[in-house]
């Protein structure tokens, strides 16, 4: 028995993987659908519907019959006897055994020490939380229009991002583009144009993963669409009015965290060495010491390759899950065993508003129009399901032409 922990790239590769090897499967997820996470700022921007980035996981893999999936939330490994702990929906504690394990549990909101300011600034890491950003963007656009006072209007119309990684610098271009195109003309009292973006990071560049020349480009690209790059300087305090930054106090209804992430507890539950970062250090073949029959894999492991940790981004994960699924059926089935696992690095990619991105692979680096082809193909073929990608072309052809976006709604529920 193969237990997989996690729905996400590492945890359905590994799947995938096993499809045709002679054991049983089961998958377990607290969600019953994989996300396309790299997608998630397009749902929070209402470019996508939060149905375009993602797909039932019984759906993916409904043509693996050794393969059944679980909803449930893990909360618990017990190594020494190789059953985990599955809380279900009416919260009872169900031990599930194994002969091995994959945990593929991803990553969540980090706050550096300050888990008060996620009342004030959510995270971007689930389709809940998209749908919750959407719905305070759309929603500052709707009160200021009603709001009689027009020295008002900047404070409401003011959006803080705090993290200049990836996520901070799509999601900063993308509600750029949309005052600048979808809503510029759909207000009567106020100018959307006028809206004021913060993105805030303590490192010294945008993108800091990517070569210094992309990250100029990015930052070039980013004040080009009136975005206030604010770098070098720390958030010291978020509550309900604003943020304070650098001793600066900047007014502002949204904020949005794109700031750091903290690894799964996947580390306590197996009682084993991490990194400074909480995450488990695996061996050369991604299984944890003393333990060969649990494998961690994607950004809960720590792996590191020629002398650098590997980034936490999805082709990490699914190689991972793929390379473990393959070693798990290798011992199975009595075939050698194979070397080390290996990355290969294909490239990072970050789109910068409409029409524009960076690339680099080894030493190819490229920024503009081009880079954005090479991102809209990319993500095109790594979503999950076929349909999911003809859907997505649509609208962003659509987009792209119109300036329209696909899902401007705001989606009222008990906790909004």
């Given amino acids: 028995m193969v237990v997989i922990v996690g729905g996400g790239f590492g945890g359905l590769a590994a799947a995938r993987a096993l499809k045709r090897s002679p054991v049983q499967v089961i998958l377990i997820d607290r969600s019953n659908h994989h996300l396309f996470q790299p997608l998630l700022y397009q749902v929070a921007t209402s470019v996508l519907a939060p149905g375009q980035i993602a797909s039932p996981i019984r759906s993916i893999l409904r043509n693996s019959q050794n393969t059944t999936v679980i909803l449930g939330n893990v909360t618990g490994v017990d190594a020494k006897a190789r059953n985990v702990v599955v809380e279900n929906e009416d919260r009872t504690g169900v031990a599930v055994s194994y002969d091995y394990l994959i945990l593929a549990t991803g990553v969540q909101h980090s706050y550096f020490g300050h888990p008060e300011f996620e009342k004030y600034a959510p995270g971007l890491k689930s389709l809940a939380d998209a749908v919750t950003i959407r719905n305070r963007i759309l929603r500052a656009f709707e009160?200021?229009?009603?709001?009689?006072?027009?020295?008002?209007?900047?404070?409401?119309?003011?959006?803080?991002?705090?993290?200049?990684?990836?996520?901070?610098?799509?999601?900063?271009?993308?509600?750029?583009?949309?005052?600048?195109?979808?809503?510029?003309?759909?207000?009567?009292?106020?100018?959307?144009?006028?809206?004021?973006?913060?993105?805030?990071?303590?490192?010294?560049?945008?993108?800091?993963?990517?070569?210094?020349?992309?990250s100029r480009a990015a930052q070039q690209r980013l004040s080009d669409l009136g975005v206030d790059v604010r770098l070098g300087e720390g958030v010291e305090l978020i509550d309900e009015q604003g943020v304070t930054v650098g001793g600066e106090r900047i007014l502002g209804k949204t904020v949005i965290w794109t700031a750091g992430v903290a690894p799964s507890p996947a580390a306590k539950w197996l009682?084993?060495?991490?990194?400074?970062?909480?995450?488990?250090?695996?061996?050369?073949?991604?299984?944890?010491?003393?333990?060969?029959?649990?494998?961690?894999?994607?950004?809960?492991?720590?792996?590191?390759?020629?002398?650098?940790?590997?980034?936490?981004?999805?082709?990490?994960?699914?190689?991972?899950?793929?390379?473990?699924?393959?070693?798990?059926?290798?011992?199975?089935?009595?075939k050698p065993l194979s070397g080390p696992f290996r990355y290969f690095d294909k490239g990072n990619l970050a789109v910068v508003g409409k029409g524009f991105a960076v690339?680099?692979?080894?030493?190819?680096?490229v920024s503009g129009f081009a880079a954005w082809l090479v991102w809209v193909a990319v993500h095109l073929q790594f979503l999950a399901q076929s349909s999911l990608r003809v859907s997505v072309f649509v609208q962003w052809t659509w987009t792209y032409v119109t300036g329209q976006r696909g899902s401007r709604l705001i989606v009222k529920h008990h906790c909004d």
């Avoid at 200049?164 to 100018?191: H, Q």
């Avoid at 393959?326 to 009595?334: A, F, H």
């Avoid at 690339?359 to 680096?365: D, P, S, V």
């Fill in 359 to 365: 690339l680099e692979a080894g030493k190819f680096r």
């Fill in 143 to 214: 009160v200021a229009e009603a709001e009689e006072d027009p020295s008002r209007h900047q404070e409401l119309l003011t959006f803080v991002l705090v993290g200049a990684g990836p996520t901070g610098v799509e999601m900063a271009s993308a509600i750029a583009v949309m005052v600048r195109s979808t809503l510029k003309k759909e207000f009567r009292r106020i100018d959307p144009t006028s809206a004021r973006i913060v993105l805030v990071d303590l490192g010294t560049r945008p993108l800091g993963t990517f070569s210094p020349d992309l």
């Fill in 271 to 334: 009682g084993t060495e991490t990194d400074r970062a909480g995450r488990v250090r695996v061996k050369s073949d991604l299984t944890v010491a003393n333990h060969p029959e649990v494998f961690v894999v994607g950004d809960t492991a720590s792996v590191d390759q020629d002398g650098k940790p590997l980034p936490g981004v999805a082709q990490v994960a699914m190689q991972q899950g793929r390379y473990a699924g393959n070693l798990i059926r290798r011992r199975v089935v009595g």
